[in-house]
Nanobody, 120 residues
Framework: QVQLVESGGGSVQAGGSLKLSCVASGPTPNTMWMGWFRQIPGKDREFVASTSRRGGEVRYGDTVKGRFTISKDFAKNSVFLEMDVLRPEDTGVYFC?????????????WGQGTQVTVFS
């Protein structure tokens, strides 16, 4: 069973930055697609960002484009989310996810989530 563990959440003032990390462990494939989603209170889970196995394809949700940056350590199956110019509406639980297959495939494994709180 692949396990994903997130870290780096916390509280920050609006306009500030946070960097989330996620490490995969267990019987992981050599490389995986990895991504971030978030659950904002009262809303459906929202796609934040994803990166392909080797980083050649990177996608962002519309609400975070230009402010968030996803990166990956391919050798360690780790993924990071640099979040800049944070807004109160970015507050929520952020989940790391991973999958073996490409663009339209569902994410197969999920972390437990890490809380991000942005205060004004």
């Amino acid at each position: 069973q692949v396990q994903l563990v997130e870290s780096g959440g916390g509280s920050v003032q609006a306009g500030g930055s946070l960097k989330l990390s996620c490490v995969a462990s267990g019987p992981t494939p050599n490389t995986m697609w990895m991504g971030w989603f978030r659950q904002i209170p009262g809303k459906d889970r929202e796609f934040v960002a994803s990166t392909s196995r080797r980083g050649g394809e990177v996608r962002y949700g519309d609400t975070v484009k230009g402010r968030f940056t996803i990166s990956k350590d391919f050798a360690k199956n780790s993924v990071f989310l640099e979040m800049d110019v944070l807004r109160p509406e970015d507050t929520g639980v952020y989940f790391c996810a991973a999958k073996r297959y490409g663009t339209d495939a569902e994410f197969e494994w999920w972390g437990q989530g890490t809380q991000v709180t942005v205060f004004s």
